[in-house]
């Protein structure tokens, strides 16, 4: 380590490179591990919030869709904190506005836009108001091909 | 990657604790396992012969002079890659488990036919792989196909560390690599400068009575493997001195560094 780097860290400027390769490798084999092709699991995520949308407001900004693995088992984390509850729900396709204007599709939810927090901290953070599916609840099978049409997840 | 390397030190290993063990080269794109033995100058068949039945399976094995209890069958002509199947593999791999205690498969690195010959010969399996980003996206790719092809148990041997980098986290830590692949610690070896020596002269670590750092790690896993229970030292984590008592007080008061 160098006096500079030493430096950087002691302000806290710079994480050391083995967080940011223990983060970085968590996230790229959770997306080996599943073999989902990306333009799915975007889409996934994007109708995931939709049908979220009709049953609850969520803060659309702070969701997080996102792929986990952890003791070789991969599972889709959604954690969406939840503004307020719909009295009933919205009808099957509806048009969403959401309270920013912008609509799931605007989402970022890329997965380089995320930091690799774990299962635990997912849950501390959104603990009191999120729809939170943990890993026992959406083992994700990685039957999909990659050259399936979008069409292969709709309902 | 060192897969040859421990290969080489942990057959010797297992012999000087009076084990009878087969060693099979079968990466026979890039044989390197008769040059590491220093067996190279005494091989007259191949594992291509016996298939071939063109030689008796003693005819082609290559004793190792000091430790007679450990035999090489060397790898064919790499032309063989076209032709041999994983039944092919797997009789080998039965002649040599007949007359020995272990029989230790080097594989070919990859995930392709190559390695799946040699996986599907395999009941158990170690992979080991150095605490870097790519090494262990890659051995994961391979545990996830020897879990398709049933071989297990599957343990870990985690090479090429160097605990000063370790100390700083500069580098992934024996529980990061650990945690992330999912698999039993069977070893930790150091990166260190006489495995380039002994590789040199042929003669592997674990023919020394006093050896490096790098050769103690292969006798320790060579024990674990018959049962014996070694304690696993984080060696980036293992200090002496009242100045390093000192630093790693205030690491962990820290979190600095
Ligand atoms: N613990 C170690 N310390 C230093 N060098 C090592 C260590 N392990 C392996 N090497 C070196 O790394 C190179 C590759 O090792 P090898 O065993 O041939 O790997 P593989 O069979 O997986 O290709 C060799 O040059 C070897 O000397
Ligand atoms: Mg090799």
Redesign the pocket.
């Known amino acids: 380590m160098t006096v500079l780097d030493f430096i950087n860290r002691l302000l806290g400027r710079e994480k050391p490179s083995g967080t940011m390769a223990r983060q970085r490798l968590q996230l790229v084999l959770a997306h080996d591990r599943s073999d989902l092709n990306p333009e799915l699991l975007d889409q996934m995520r994007r109708e995931i919030l939709e049908v979220v949308q009709r049953y609850v407001e969520i803060d659309i900004e702070s969701c997080d869709v996102s792929l986990e693995t952890e003791d070789r088992v991969t599972a889709l984390l959604a954690n969406l904190p939840i503004k307020r509850t719909r009295e009933f729900p919205l009808p099957i396709g509806s048009a969403i506005s959401s309270g920013s204007g912008s609509g799931p599709a605007a989402l970022a939810l890329d997965r380089g836009a995320r930091t690799g927090t774990n299962a635990e901290q997912l849950a501390a953070a959104g603990a009191e108001t999120s729809a939170l599916a943990g890993p026992s609840a959406s083992r994700v099978p990685g039957t999909t091909e990659p050259g399936d049409p979008p069409s292969g997840i709709q309902p | 990657?060192?897969?040859?390397?421990?290969t080489a030190n942990l057959g010797i290993a297992l012999a000087r604790l009076g084990k009878t063990v087969a060693v099979l080269d079968a990466d026979f794109g890039l044989r390197?396992l008769d040059l590491l033995l220093g067996l190279e100058n005494r091989i007259i068949y191949t594992a291509q012969e016996v298939l071939a039945t063109t030689c008796r399976l003693d005819q082609a094995l290559v004793k190792h002079k000091q430790q007679p209890n450990l035999a090489l069958l060397p790898a064919g002509n790499p032309r063989m890659l076209e032709w041999l199947t994983p039944e092919d593999m797997q009789t080998i791999t039965g002649l040599l488990a007949e007359r020995s205690d272990y029989v230790l498969i080097d594989a070919p690195?990859g995930i392709e036919q190559g390695f799946k010959n040699a996986a599907a010969a395999a009941r158990e399996a170690i992979v080991i792989t150095t605490p870097e980003v790519s090494a262990v996206r890659d051995a994961d790719r391979v545990i996830g196909l020897l879990a398709t092809m049933d071989v297990k148990p599957v343990q870990l041997v985690l090479?090429?560390v160097r605990p000063k980098m370790m100390a700083n986290q500069e580098m992934l830590s024996v529980d990061d690599v650990t945690d992330i692949l999912a698999l039993p610690l069977l070893g930790l070896?150091?990166?260190?400068?006489r495995?380039?020596v002994s590789?040199n002269r042929g003669e592997p670590l674990t023919l020394e009575d006093n050896p490096s750092p790098?050769g103690q790690a292969y006798l320790n896993i060579a024990s674990r493997l018959c049962g014996e229970e070694i304690p696993l030292i984080d060696p980036s984590k293992k200090r002496h001195g009242l100045r390093a008592r000192l630093i790693n007080k205030l690491r962990k008061t820290t979190g600095l560094f």
């Not at chain 2, 990657?1 to 421990?6: A, D, I, Q």
């Open positions: 990657m060192g897969k040859t390397t421990l390197n690195a090479n090429r070896v150091q990166e260190d400068e495995v380039i590789t790098a």
